[in-house]
């Protein structure tokens, strides 16, 4: 059983533009209308064919554009996704689903979706099964690097330094390892990515090993 926390005590020491973001980051807007926000207001980027190579195992992966605010409100703020995480594993994973399933139509419904050359249903399927996710985007896991909409934004090289905390939690600044370091941070980006669950052509799931215990992983460390 995991501790079920609280983020009243979420205090931030930002490296960049603070007296612009925190009165965004405090006001106290909720998940689902900081949800509905990005689905009123994303573009989507891009859609691509992912796949476990040499298994029948594949996935769209979409990168959308949501803006600094928006991007902030989601990843950073306490009412966010990875507060969600920090709150509770549970919580966590509720939230995924949540956001995923009502992003799904809006995805789905994009003239690039057929660029996954994924059929319709399948594209559905993968984005409602339950391990389907959303993240940052990251440098170096772009699933085509010619293509604009994939561009990473987000790097170990761009964190800063590792022992200056811009979340502070009572936890996740106080945790060791390169995911506590680069989870204490509060990175100020433009791009969301999303990625459908890992389905063969019978729907069977699939979870990469080191996956399976992502809720934990951000509860504990703020990263995965």
């Known amino acids: 059983m995991h501790k079920n926390r609280s983020t009243c005590s979420w205090i931030y020491s930002l490296r960049e533009e603070a007296c612009t973001r925190l009165p965004v980051l405090t006001a106290g807007t909720t998940f689902a209308e900081i949800t509905q926000r990005i689905i009123s207001e994303m573009s989507v980027l891009c859609c691509h064919y992912s796949e476990i190579v040499g298994t029948g195992f594949s996935r769209p992966v979409y990168t959308v554009q949501v803006g600094k605010e928006l991007f902030d409100l989601f990843f950073n703020s306490p009412d966010g996704y990875r507060a969600a995480y920090f709150r509770s594993p549970g919580d966590g994973l509720n939230a995924n689903i949540s956001f995923i399933r009502a992003i799904s139509l809006p995805l789905e419904e994009s003239p690039l979706s057929a660029n996954s050359k994924l059929c319709s249903s399948r594209i559905h399927q993968c984005l409602v099964t339950p391990s389907a996710k959303v993240w940052l985007v990251e440098h170096g896991k772009e699933i085509d690097s010619k293509c604009p909409g994939c561009t990473g934004e987000w790097s170990s090289g761009t964190a800063g330094r ?35 669950a890992f389905l063969d052509d019978q729907y069977h799931e699939c979870v990469p090993q080191d996956k399976r215990f992502r809720a934990y992983g951000i509860y504990r460390d703020g990263w995965s």
Do not use: C, F
């Not at 009572?170 to 204490?184: K, T």
């Open 162 to 196: 590792p022992d200056q905390a811009e979340i502070h939690n009572g936890v996740w600044e106080a945790a060791s390892g390169p995911n506590a370091e680069w989870g204490r941070k509060a990175p100020y980006l433009t791009k969301l990515r999303v990625m459908g």
